[in-house]
């Protein structure tokens, strides 16, 4: 039995998680949680996330949620992966940025140009001109977001793209977010935990 449990339901955020443990190669188990149903809010559920919202990942007995921690948490925790930077490296810095420009600049921007405008007199995030250029500007003429190989923050980074530009299509669709998403998108192991999602999909 794995001591990696990830709770996360389909369609969710849970399923940039869901990648991550795929590309770590670390067994795992994954607890489908059915949100129409409320199984977010069990007593159960509750005690691993008090927000009740997914994903949440336990490691034995420590719980991690939040996606970006989450995918950040697997990358130390398993080092041989490869798929962090270590605190020493030139590219942390790089690295931290990316992981954090996910879920604090690029996706409340997203949000907040797909919900249209806010009732206040100023802006508290970037717009998705800005925004798209920037990640232009970092994934432009290179492979990956950070270095030259792919890290966590290209789970988290890919992701956003995908679904800024595909999902939720407010992202300008820049040939350098397509294509960087085009590239990511053919690693196996996105494959296989798409593939896996995509049969939990719901149908309309
Ligand atoms: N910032 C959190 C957001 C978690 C979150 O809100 N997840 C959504 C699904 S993507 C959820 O659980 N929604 C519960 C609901 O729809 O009732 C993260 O990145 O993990």
């Not at 007593?43 to 997914?54: A, H, S």
Request: hydrophobic fraction near 45%; proline fraction near 8%; avoid cysteine.
């Amino acid at each position: 039995m794995s001591d990696l449990t990830l709770y996360y339901a389909v369609p969710s955020r849970g399923m940039v998680a869901h990648w991550m443990l795929e590309e770590l190669g670390q067994p795992y188990e994954r607890v489908i949680l059915d949100l129409a149903a409320d199984e977010h809010k069990s007593p159960e559920f509750l005690g691993i996330n008090p927000l009740g919202r997914v994903p949440a990942l336990t490691h034995g007995d420590l719980i991690v949620t939040e996606t970006a921690a989450i995918v950040a948490y697997l990358a130390d925790a398993f080092p041989k992966a490869g798929l962090g930077v270590p605190l020493d490296s030139p590219d942390r810095a790089a690295y931290l940025r990316w992981l954090f420009f996910a879920v604090a600049s690029a996706e409340p921007t997203i949000l907040r140009q797909a919900m249209g405008p806010l009732e206040i007199d100023y802006e508290p995030w970037s717009n998705v001109d800005e925004v798209a250029g920037v990640i232009a500007e970092a994934v432009g003429g290179r492979e990956y977001i950070v270095g030259d190989r792919f890290t966590a923050a290209d789970v988290m980074m890919g992701t956003t793209v995908m679904w800024g530009t595909q999902m939720m299509p407010v992202l300008p669709a820049l040939p350098e977010l397509t294509e960087y998403w085009d590239r990511l998108s053919k690693r196996p192991a996105w494959q296989r935990a798409n593939s896996e999602d995509l049969k939990l999909m719901p149908v309309d």
